[in-house]
Antibody
Framework: EVQLVESGGGLVQPGGSLRLSCAVS????????MHWVRQAPGKGLEWVSG????????GYADSVKGRFTISRDNAKNSLYLQMNSLRTEDTAFYFC????????????????WGQGTLVTVSS | QSVLTQPPSVSGAPGQGVTISCTGS?????????VHWYQQLPGTAPKLLIY???NRPSGVPDRISGSKSGTSASLAITGLQAEDEADYYC????????????FGTGTKVTVL
């Protein structure tokens, strides 16, 4: 059974830092690209960042570029998101998601999601 | 800010059908990128509902279907059931300067 379990969320002051972790099991972690997607309370979904299977390809949404850093440790079956210079607008549930393997380059989607961890940025 | 537009809400009586639209542009859906759909039940994480415009993962009933045409896509649910009451999001890829993976604004389906 595929499982993605996020941790590391909590309350942090504006300007502070937080590191999220995602522990995965039930599949061969180094065979998949992984992403973070967030959802502000009561709002829609927003893609945050993604990383290829070997960390050779990394991307960020403009809203977090320069402040967040995605990484992974394939030996530990874990995905991370280092969040610095946090702002109140970063308050959200952060979901760890697996990008599905597809043979069609124009078809990119997410087939498994974790339950999310809540990050609250407030003074 | 979402670049895929969905109606905020749709509703229908049990047994009836609803359709949710997802309108994009020439840098995402219109550029040939596939559209995918997710269902989010209250208090839970999103779940993949439709991938590749019109394909259902195992376990998703065939009363749920997707389609794509031009710069738009649609999700259709027939034979509405109480358990269909949820938020639905479309998703695609955007090749503009600030693009990457983009989600729709989300649609709340209410079963009357």
């Amino acid at each position: 059974e595929v499982q993605l379990v996020e941790s590391g969320g909590g309350l942090v002051q504006p300007g502070g830092s937080l590191r999220l972790s995602c522990a995965v099991s039930g599949f061969t972690f180094d065979g998949y690209a992984m992403h973070w997607v967030r959802q502000a309370p009561g709002k829609g979904l927003e893609w945050v960042s993604g990383i290829s299977w070997n960390s050779g390809g990394i991307g960020y949404a403009d809203s977090v570029k320069g402040r967040f850093t995605i990484s992974r440790d394939n030996a530990k079956n874990s995905l991370y998101l280092q969040m610095n210079s946090l702002r109140t607008e970063d308050t959200a549930f952060y979901f760890c998601v697996r990008r599905a393997v597809t043979v069609v380059p124009s078809s990119i989607y997410f087939d498994y999601w974790g339950q999310g961890t809540l990050v609250t940025v407030s003074s | 800010q979402s670049v895929l537009t969905q109606p905020p809400s749709v509703s229908g009586a049990p047994g009836q059908g609803v359709t949710i639209s997802c309108t994009g542009s020439s840098s995402n859906i219109g550029a040939g990128y596939d559209v995918h759909w997710y269902q989010q039940l209250p208090g839970t994480a999103p779940k993949l509902l439709i991938y590749g415009n019109n394909n259902r993962p195992s376990g998703v009933p065939d009363r749920i279907s997707g389609s794509k045409s031009g710069t738009s896509a649609s999700l259709a649910i027939t034979g509405l059931q109480a358990e269909d009451e949820a938020d639905y999001y479309c998703q695609s890829f955007d090749n503009s300067l600030s693009g990457f993976h983009v989600f729709g604004t989300g649609t709340k389906v209410t079963v009357l």
